[in-house]
Nanobody
């Protein structure tokens, strides 16, 4: 069972950038597809981005295209979400998800979840 710990959230002004990290405990990191979701206060959790086990395939929600980049570093057992040109509507708790020998998807999510990191974007 993999444990996921997110970090890198914080308070940033509109137009700014943040890089979120998701550190995984599992040494067989490459067995997992990874993804990011977010949940704003009073709203349902929504898909942000996903990356396959090898890092060769990515998928983004429409709002994330052109602004967010998902990546992974197998040597560090860590996935990242680089977020640029942040907007107040990006304010949410961001969660990392992992799926064993599969792909994290918008509808099914992952098998494992982190506890989230808060991102707040001020106008």
């Amino acid at each position: 069972q993999v444990q996921l710990v997110e970090s890198g959230g914080g308070l940033v002004q509109a137009g700014g950038s943040l890089r979120l990290a998701c550190a995984a405990s599992e040494r067989t990191f490459n067995n997992y597809g990874l993804g990011w979701f977010r949940q704003a206060l009073g709203k349902e959790r929504e898909f942000v981005a996903a990356i396959n086990w090898s890092g060769t395939s990515t998928l983004y929600a429409d709002f994330a295209k052109g602004r967010f980049t998902i990546s992974r570093d197998s040597a560090k057992n860590t996935a990242y979400l680089q977020m640029n040109d942040l907007k107040p509507e990006d304010t949410a708790v961001y969660y990392c998800a992992a799926k064993y020998r599969g792909t994290v998807t918008a509808t099914l999510g992952g098998d494992y979840w982190g506890r989230g990191t808060q991102v707040t974007v001020s106008s």
